[in-house]
């Protein structure tokens, strides 16, 4: 079975700080995508990054990048310049390609950025 | 403007009260699903949908029915809810071989059983 492993329930960082949030996951398939959800209080889900298993070269938007290691099944999220506003609840979701394209989504890591 | 509609923002009711959780989508999306959000549990799927007429079961569907009729509408339907019910749902939609795009959730529905 796909799973997906969020191992920071809570984080916080410093205003203008870079920080680093840890995903695993776990699956047979070759061809996949990865996503990293933002949730801020007002719980609204927002696509932060996605990222495509055949594609070697990291995703980045903006202060948002990932770090994609296939081989070693990890998809961090990085996020550097942190604001306020960054706030939030952070979940990284897998899908797989084939066809119903079921999410799973990890635990999720609360962040908190400090000012 | 491209988006999912859950209505309503907020239920509280009472155990085996029969309720119904709207949703939807104006971006002609065949593919519909429905979420609940639990403490320490993430998001899990309850049903989804892959067109009109075509709905099959996610991890959690105990307690719930779907039905798609319209393409844009995917109600959820609790007939007997009971307090291990209480969640945050989501209803999410994409569109068919955009499976690189994310889905686009709605707002939420914070319903309570007591």
């Known amino acids: 079975a796909q799973t997906v492993t969020q191992s920071q329930p809570e984080m916080s960082v410093q205003e203008a700080e870079t920080v680093t949030l840890s995903c695993t996951y776990d699956?047979?398939?070759?061809?996949?995508?990865l996503f990293w959800y933002k949730q801020p209080p007002s719980r609204q889900m927002i696509l932060v990054i996605r990222q495509e298993a055949y594609k070697q070269q990291n995703a980045t938007e903006n202060r948002f990048s990932v770090n994609f290691q296939k081989a070693a099944k990890s998809f961090s999220l990085k996020i550097s310049d942190s604001q306020l506003g960054d706030t939030a609840m952070y979940f990284c979701a897998f899908t797989d390609t084939s066809g119903t394209y079921k999410y799973i989504f990890g635990t999720g890591t609360r962040l908190k950025v400090l000012a | 403007e491209a988006q999912v509609t859950q209505n309503p923002r907020y239920l509280i009711t009472v155990t085996g009260k029969k309720l119904t959780v709207t949703c939807s989508q104006n971006?002609?999306?065949?593919?519909m699903s429905w979420y609940r959000q639990d403490p320490g549990l993430g998001l899990r799927q309850i049903y989804y949908s892959m067109n009109v007429e075509v709905t099959d079961k996610g991890d959690v569907p105990e307690g719930y029915k779907v039905s798609r009729k319209e393409k844009r509408n995917f109600p959820l339907i609790l007939e007997s809810p009971s307090p291990n019910q209480t969640s945050l749902y989501f209803c999410?939609?994409?569109?068919?071989?955009?499976?690189?795009?994310?889905?686009?959730f709605g707002s939420g529905t914070r319903l309570t059983v007591v």
């Open positions: 971006m002609n999306h065949e593919y």
């Open positions: 999410a939609s994409r569109g068919l071989g955009t499976g690189s795009s994310g889905y686009t």
């Open positions: 699956t047979s398939e070759n061809n996949y995508y």
